[in-house]
């Protein structure tokens, strides 16, 4: 399991970053067609969740072949993950997973061994902007937590690809750091529009508004500039 990667900056084009996807692999076409995206230097980073609900989890995994396509752990991935006949795996048939179920041993085999290899928990996205970090759900206070990780972090890595601590304390009104990264971009919440504490954002907004948020790296930094 690898659980945290380091991204050199992209010198060609820019980089973009994509709310939870969730099946709707049309969708993230149409939309990077508005954003202008030039698949040929470009980049586009997913904040996890690329599968279920939608119509077609299987193309979005396979976008994880793709040079300019990025993607880290959410929680729907871990779901994929669980071993048949556990606890996490009945929840995954009843949370937009039944394509998964659908799918032949061989299938279901090939497509969890697609998360393992390219979907690690964490990112660090080096760029002018500094550092970028992307993680599913929430962050530890100091990101080189993540960066320094193990799998034995087994609290560490739930809360990075579960919990919604950081985003309900958001939305009572509290504000605190993340340190050691210049910001980080989260998804997992399903929020009518992007939700920011003092460095990081929250941009899942597929189930509350049925559109995708794709933001450039510029506009991410300007939203927390």
Known sequence: MQIHKNIPANHKGQDFFVGDIHGEYDLLLTTLAQCQFNFECDRLFSVGDIVDRGVDSIACLELLHKPWFYAVRGNHEEMLLADEGSELARIHRNAGGEWFFQCSSQEQSRLKA????????????????????????????????????????IELLKDCAWSTKQYQQVKKGEVFHINEITFVIHGH???????????????????????????????AYMVIA
């Open 114 to 153: 697609l998360v393992e290899q390219y979907c690690p928990f964490a990112f660090t996205i080096e760029s002018k902007f500094g550092d970028i970090g992307v993680c599913h759900a929430s962050s530890p206070l100091y990101w080189s937590a993540l960066q320094n990780a193990h799998v034995d972090n």
């Open 189 to 219: 919440v399903n929020c009518a529009r992007v939700t920011t504490n003092l460095n990081q954002l929250w941009i899942d907004t597929l189930m509350r508004t049925r559109r995708l948020t794709i933001l450039s790296a510029q506009q």
